[in-house]
């Protein structure tokens, strides 16, 4: 079973920075994208990034050249960092899981964690 345990988050202020770490566990396939979506109370989910194991990223465009995604597979550990931030990225963020790379690209994520805050005040 796949568990993924977000921590991180926090209140920062516009332009401040900030970086989120998801413990991955449980997935046996041999090929997974990780990402992060993101929802924010009374909003729809967005996604907003992935890699793949072998390094492939993609991002929404909303936070292209602000936040990088990163990976440490010896510690089955990901990473998104988070520049410049904005009070529009206020919002619940979800470290999340899916065996197709296709799918990722779509943010079609299958598995996800309990989610941790980011808080950003202008």
């Known amino acids: 079973q796949v568990q993924l345990v977000e921590s991180g988050g926090g209140s920062a202020q516009a332009g401040a920075s900030l970086r989120l770490s998801c413990v991955a566990s449980?997935?046996?396939?041999?090929?997974?994208?990780l990402g992060w979506f993101r929802q924010a109370p009374g909003k729809e989910r967005e996604g907003v990034a992935g890699?793949?194991?072998?390094?492939?990223?993609t991002y929404a465009d909303s936070v292209k050249g602000r936040f990088t995604i990163s990976i440490d597979n010896a510690e089955n550990t990901m990473y998104l960092q988070m520049n410049s931030l904005k009070p529009e990225d206020t919002a619940m963020y979800y470290c999340?899981?899916?065996?197709?790379?296709?799918?990722?690209?779509?943010?079609?994520?299958?598995?996800w964690g309990q989610g941790t805050q980011v808080t950003v005040s202008s």
């Open positions: 890699i793949s194991k072998d390094g492939s990223t």
């Open positions: 449980g997935y046996t396939f041999s090929s997974y994208c």
């Open positions: 999340a899981a899916v065996s197709a790379w296709n799918a990722c690209l779509r943010f079609e994520f299958r598995w």
